[in-house]
């Protein structure tokens, strides 16, 4: 019979309070970006956009967050998380206040440019975060309960703005979206602490570290270790066909993402004539889906490992799979009744939620010291998703046929899983 543990002597859990930290920080940051897709049926009305002006307007956060990512990288590398994460949410949170107050096209697009600006470094911030608190064998699993919260929270969040839109009109969207995230950016600040600052114990550190955890990541001693940027840091990033295939993989997740959280409440109402009080049940049930999906991947992956399977079997197989059923998406072309619609849109978004798992490829392929670098020129490349997916749907569906976008969505996913089939090989950190 084992003897179990003295008290002390066993690891503490604190690393799963930060994965809910991080959680919450994710719905946050997700909701802010796609707050904006939920009224803008309303808006269109209010303020007289076409299909073409109000894809300028969705797509303008991605401009500045995909042209953002590398600067914002190299801040991450440079800037404790703990400063820095509520520094941008607040800041970002009140430009998303200030939307209420907007109402020229200009104006949207403008706020919204800096919104994309603002929330770059955000998910490289995540990603520092786990990588330092989390041991191999647990991350990928951390990083898809934390990823999930984008699913999540906008599967219960969408129906209440609908009905906040219904009650006291768009505008109040942006005021209630904005001061709930300043709030939170409080909270970050008050609580959040490096491994070796927290309260995690020796057990805990031990663990982590054992596990390949970096847990000195964000540190003050960190931070003066990564202030020697240069040019060639830069051509590392960029030079490795195994990072370009993780690369391109992830702007295929990211163009199905972009889809639903910013066209996808048009096509119910304007291409599927959903009346506004069905369209929160049929918005929520796809990211509800990818929210199992998610979750199922980000486990699984992990299990996959413990099992003696190699890391990069366990890492990219989840991926591989859910990019190929992602591109069922296009049977949404060949229906007509809602419920098998979305029953399609449920499918391929429980499949993207399985493909979403990518940063857990970054914790270990990217060079030690250039997390965040690398972390930036991922979120680069796959954010020019968040300029192409709302511009290229918003001119094909031009004529009132979102058919074609569907099947530019599946096209894409396809070339995705293609990527990762052919390009990325053995998984190893490159040096």
């Known amino acids: 019979m084992t003897q179990s543990l003295p008290l002390a002597d066993k690891p503490t859990r604190h690393r799963y309070l930060i994965m809910l930290m991080i959680f919450v920080c994710v719905a946050i940051t ?9 009224t803008a049926p309303a808006m269109r009305k209010d303020l007289g956009f076409d299909t073409v002006h109000m ?7 991605g401009w500045t967050y995909a042209f953002c990512q590398i600067p914002s990288g190299w801040l991450v590398d440079r800037i404790r998380p703990r400063y820095f994460y509520p520094l941008i949410l607040i800041a970002w949170s009140v430009a998303t206040a200030c939307l209420g107050l907007a109402g020229t096209f200009i104006a949207l697009f403008a706020l919204r440019v800096l919104i994309g600006a603002l929330e770059a470094p955000s998910y490289m911030i995540n990603n520092l975060v786990v990588t330092s608190w989390f041991p191999d064998r647990e991350r990928a699993g951390a990083i898809g309960f934390y990823t999930s919260a984008q699913f999540l929270g906008l599967a219960f969040a969408q129906p209440l703005l609908l009905w906040l839109i219904a009650a006291h ?3 109040a969207v942006f005021y209630t979206t904005g001061i709930g995230g300043a709030a939170w950016g409080l909270v970050w600040l008050a609580c959040y602490r490096a ?3 927290s309260r995690a114990n020796a057990a805990e550190l031990e663990l982590i570290e054992t596990g390949g955890g970096i847990v000195n990541l964000g540190t003050a001693d960190a931070n003066k270790q990564a202030r020697k940027l240069n040019w060639a840091d830069l051509g590392t990033v960029f030079k490795y ?4 295939g993780v690369y391109i993989g992830q702007f295929a997740v990211t163009s199905c993402q972009w889809f639903f959280l910013t066209w996808f409440p048009t096509y119910l109402i304007t291409f599927r004539h959903l009346s506004m009080l069905k369209s929160p049940l049929y918005i929520a049930l796809p990211f509800i889906a990818a929210f199992f999906g998610t979750q199922l991947a980000g486990f699984t992956s992990d299990q996959i490992l413990r099992r003696g399977y190699s890391l990069g079997t366990a890492r990219k197989l989840p991926i591989i799979c859910g990019l190929l059923l992602s591109s069922s998406i296009v049977g949404a072309n ?3 009744r809602p419920e098998y619609v979305i029953a399609f849109m449920c499918l391929a978004f429980f499949a993207n939620g399985m493909a979403s798992i990518g940063w857990s490829l970054i914790s270990s392929v990217a060079p030690r010291r250039l997390i965040g670098l690398t972390g930036g020129t991922f979120n680069f490349i796959s954010n020019l998703s968040g300029i192409a997916t709302p511009l290229v749907i918003g001119y094909l569906a031009a004529g009132g046929n979102f058919a074609p976008g569907l099947t530019y969505i599946a096209t894409v996913s396809l070339m995705g899983a293609l990527a990762y089939i052919l390009m990325i090989g053995k998984l190893e950190r490159v040096e």
């Open 195 to 197: 491994p070796r600052e």
């Open 241 to 244: 066909r195994k990072l370009w």
């Open 169 to 171: 009109g768009w505008r």
């Open 334 to 336: 060949f229906v007509d």
């Open 30 to 38: 997700f909701l802010d970006r796609s707050n904006i897709s939920i």
């Open 55 to 61: 894809g300028w307007i969705l797509s303008a956060f």
